[in-house]
């Protein structure tokens, strides 16, 4: 797609277009984490700058944000025409759940569009250009990283066609997640088990093997620490061939539950995929997720980590088939949070290249200071109350 040049595109908006992007992104934060759209939020401005309406999306089948927005201003009395739409994705340009915003935007009189990321799923796309063939000045993408970061698992599903993965593993320090007996409650802090819960209630699915289906007969519920379930239950996935018993706490209030007969991570994720999941946790065991690993379909792991030690027991992660150092799986720490007592580390892949060992022989020179972990809060926990009660989780 053809778009304005992206140096300094920021910086050639208006201030007050500036404001009103940081706002369309604070306005798409209210919508769900989970379901199958990406969250977007819109401003619209008048010409002087001021915020005459706003709108966000709220999933899957309801108002795209450029059609909240307008509503919103029509609610209000408010015409839009002439006035400046600033979106954090490029308008869509196909009639699917809802109709093109493009074609909103143009019957509106908009007379100006300025976006942060444009639109890669190739249904929806073309917004930009059918708005400048109408004659509406578009700006955009303006703000890619931003825009990506916000919508990066729905992103991973329009680019790969499967669901983001999120490992989560909940260890002592010596990576265990059981003693020798089996018994593994609770390894974790109560204020590591709130979070891991915040985190369930806004991906779409939750994923575990068979062998801890049976063994530790888990409900795979999103709850609040009072036991209530949260309002969004995501779908409970088993991977494997052995059958649940009836009894299985799994069967009870919760999200649906689906069984994938499969060992193979690719496969569980292509029937997700078809389903239109976007996000989903894996929780374990240590053989499933192994498989994740191995198959390098993980994209960020939540590793939970107790001052605990156990000396003996299974650990999170299974064999991965690596013998030597040199074939270590390492990760980019993005993220640490403290959570009581532990520690969360939030982590993604290490591109290629950027974490070889150290080759024996004199100390190299000391490497810049990394870049200070991300600012509290942590990773998806429960937002500020939200102005509207469907989207708030807790
Ligand atoms: C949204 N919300 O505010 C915008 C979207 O399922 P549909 O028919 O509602 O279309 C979803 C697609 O529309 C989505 O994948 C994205 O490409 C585009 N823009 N989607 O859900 C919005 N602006
Ligand atoms: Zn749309």
């Not at 969250?39 to 944000?65: K, N, P, Q, W, Y």
């Not at 703000?143 to 990506?148: L, T």
């Not at 996000?279 to 997720?289: D, F, I, N, S």
Request: proline share 10%.
């Amino acid at each position: 797609m053809a778009h304005e040049p992206r140096d300094g595109a920021l910086l050639a908006l208006a201030p007050a277009e500036r404001t009103a992007l940081d706002r369309a992104f604070e306005l798409a934060r209210l919508g769900p984490a989970h379901g199958p759209n990406p969250r977007v939020g819109c401003v619209l401005l008048a010409d002087d700058g001021t915020e005459l309406a706003s709108g966000f999306h709220r999933g899957a089948g309801t108002a795209h944000a450029e059609a909240a927005a307008l509503d919103n201003a029509r609610a209000h009395g408010i015409d839009p025409r002439g006035t400046t739409a600033v979106v954090t994705l490029e308008p869509c340009n196909h009639a699917g759940r809802t109709g093109p915003c493009s074609e909103a935007l143009l019957a509106a009189g908009v007379r100006r569009v300025v976006f942060a990321l444009a639109d890669p799923n190739a249904p929806a796309s073309g917004g930009a250009a059918r708005l400048r063939a109408a004659g509406v000045d578009v700006v955009g993408p303006v703000d890619e990283a931003r825009g990506r970061q916000l919508v990066r698992t729905w992103l991973t599903a329009v680019e790969q066609h499967r669901p983001f993965v999120t490992l989560k593993t909940a260890t002592t320090l010596d990576g265990r997640v059981a003693a020798a007996d089996g018994s593994s409650r609770w390894i974790t802090s109560p204020e590591s088990r709130a979070h891991a819960h915040t985190v369930r209630a806004q991906v779409d699915a939750i994923v575990v093997g068979t062998g801890t289906a049976l063994t530790d007969d888990p409900s795979l519920t999103a709850r609040a620490p009072d036991g209530t379930l949260h309002t969004h239950q995501p779908l409970r996935v088993v991977v494997g061939h052995r059958d649940l018993p009836a009894g299985a706490a799994l069967h009870g209030p919760g999200g649906e539950l689906v069984q994938v007969r499969t060992h193979d991570p690719a496969e569980v994720l292509a029937t997700l995929d078809a389903r239109e999941v976007r996000h989903v946790l894996v929780e374990g065991g240590p053989t499933l997720a192994a498989a994740f690993v191995r198959a390098g379909l993980v994209d960020e792991l939540h590793a939970y980590l107790a001052p605990v030690l156990l000396g003996a027991g299974p650990s999170a992660i299974g064999d991965l088939a690596i013998t030597s150092i040199d074939h270590a799986v390492r990760w980019e720490t993005l993220e640490t949070h403290r959570l009581g007592p532990d520690v969360l580390l939030v982590a993604a892949p290490a591109k290629p290249g950027t974490t070889k060992t150290v080759p024996p022989g004199p100390a190299p020179p000391a490497p810049t200071p990394a870049p200070p972990a991300r600012a509290t809060p942590p990773p998806e926990a429960p937002r500020p109350p939200a102005a509207h009660a469907e989207t708030h989780e807790s």
